[in-house]
């Protein structure tokens, strides 16, 4: 392969990884101009089909992201042309996709946050406002979104179709509400920035095991919406446990991207004024007297570790009785693994395993690679190599992330 089929090749990756960084600017700018979330969203993917159509031969335009943001107006206009709808604003946009798109390209911070608020609609249930706004705003594929929540692809397939429909019927503007209704939207705002920065903290898929774009946009817009709620103690709860996870990112991979497990982390790497941002934000959930919520409690776990000399000298019982109440405020299989762990630290692998053994039994996490890894590590302390090496195969055939897979077959190589 010569330079320039080389170069060609590239140019998909290279509008994936634009549009994960860019697309919910893409989406936002154009959701301000057309009013409807779901057919912004629509225009935009339109968009990048004919980005990939057309970028190998002709090149990566100077602004691709502005080159994209008028496709996809130019789109909408004929979209509206061809159902003869809404003249006035055919007439708006026209008008505005004449103008030069690269100084057009200045979207206001605040369209990212107004995409939130309009996907987390009342009209949706919690589960469709999560989903289309991991999908719109979060850039995540449907398979992403699916590992996230564990359900097939065509789940969240048909919940984002019928999302965009519903909002469509419902005519939701594309704005901020008025704080009076932000209460309903709230919880859905913040399990969405929540699984933005999971997302990224550890990616379900890809090459990274950090998408350090995601999760910085999921902490940016967790400290917009903690000023726009001071009175709601999850909102700067959540912000505690983002600082406190981002503080430990330059420890958690090596130069060439290979994880980095908790007990191998360099802890004289982490930053220890995220660490600090992290305690305040969560002395603020704290000082508000509401009792800690599901965020709340994360951030102490999180904390636990942050403010811990090495893994010997954590705090594991602590932890223990921190996820022993997460479980009773927010029961799942995926909290009862992580006390599995914390079990384990605490008062050996035996007990560990038998909590293991018991998620099995339920039948859950079935297509996850978190219950076999997390027995493998059990089964490798108590000695049973054969065992253990299985557990970290079955582990590895489920990972979607290049990165961890490769870590879960290095284990089973041990």
């Not at 994880?259 to 004024?273: H, V």
């Not at 997390?374 to 055939?397: H, M, N, P, Q």
Request: aromatic content about 6%.
């Amino acid at each position: 392969m010569d330079q320039e089929e080389a170069s060609r090749a590239a140019v998909p990756r290279r509008i994936e990884a634009l549009w994960r960084i860019e697309g919910p600017r893409i989406v936002a700018a154009l959701a301000r101009v057309t009013g409807d979330v779901g057919f912004a969203e629509d225009m935009a993917q339109e968009a990048v089909a004919e980005a990939l159509a057309q970028w190998p031969a002709a090149g990566v335009p100077r602004n691709p992201a502005a080159w994209l943001t008028a496709v996809a107006k130019r789109r909408a206009i004929d979209s509206w042309r061809r159902t003869e709808l809404l003249e006035e604003r055919y007439r708006r946009l026209a008008r505005e996709a004449q103008e030069d798109v690269v100084a057009d390209w200045n979207p206001v911070p605040d369209d990212v946050l107004r995409l939130v608020f309009s996907a987390c609609h009342p009209e949706l249930s919690l589960q469709a406002q999560i989903t289309l706004t991991l999908r719109v705003v979060g850039g995540l594929s449907t398979r992403e979104i699916a590992r996230l929540f564990v359900v097939p692809v065509a789940t969240v397939q048909q919940r984002i179709v019928r999302a965009k429909k519903t909002l469509a019927a419902a005519k939701v503007p594309f704005e901020v509400p008025e704080p009076s209704e932000w209460e309903p939207r709230l919880a859905g705002a913040l399990r969405v920035i929540y699984l933005m920065f999971t997302e990224g903290y550890s990616a379900t898929s890809g090459d990274q095991w950090i998408r350090q774009d995601l999760a910085g946009e999921a902490l940016r817009l967790g400290r917009v919406l903690a000023r726009l709620v001071p009175r709601e103690p999850e909102a700067h709860a959540l912000v505690a446990l983002m600082e406190f996870q981002t503080a430990r990112f330059a420890a958690r991979t090596r130069a060439d991207g290979t994880p980095i497990l908790l007990a191998e982390q360099d802890r004289s790497s982490w930053d220890r004024g995220g660490i600090e941002r992290g305690r305040e934000a969560l002395a603020r959930a704290d000082a508000l007297g509401h009792g800690r919520g599901n965020y709340a409690l994360q951030a102490a776990i999180a904390k636990c570790h942050c403010v811990a000399a090495n893994v010997d000298g954590t705090d594991w019982p602590q932890i223990v009785l921190l996820y022993e109440a997460l479980g009773r405020l927010a029961p799942g299989p995926v909290v009862e693994l992580n006390r599995a762990v914390a079990v384990s630290m605490a008062t050996g692998p035996e007990t560990a395993l038998a909590i293991a053994d018991r998620i099995v039994a339920q039948g859950v996490l079935r297509g996850s690679h978190l219950l076999p890894s997390v027995r493998g590590e059990l089964l490798s302390r108590l000695g049973r190599s054969a065992e253990a090496r299985a557990e970290f195969t079955a582990a590895a055939a489920l990972a979607g992330n290049t990165r961890e897979r490769d870590m879960l077959l290095r284990r089973a190589a041990e």
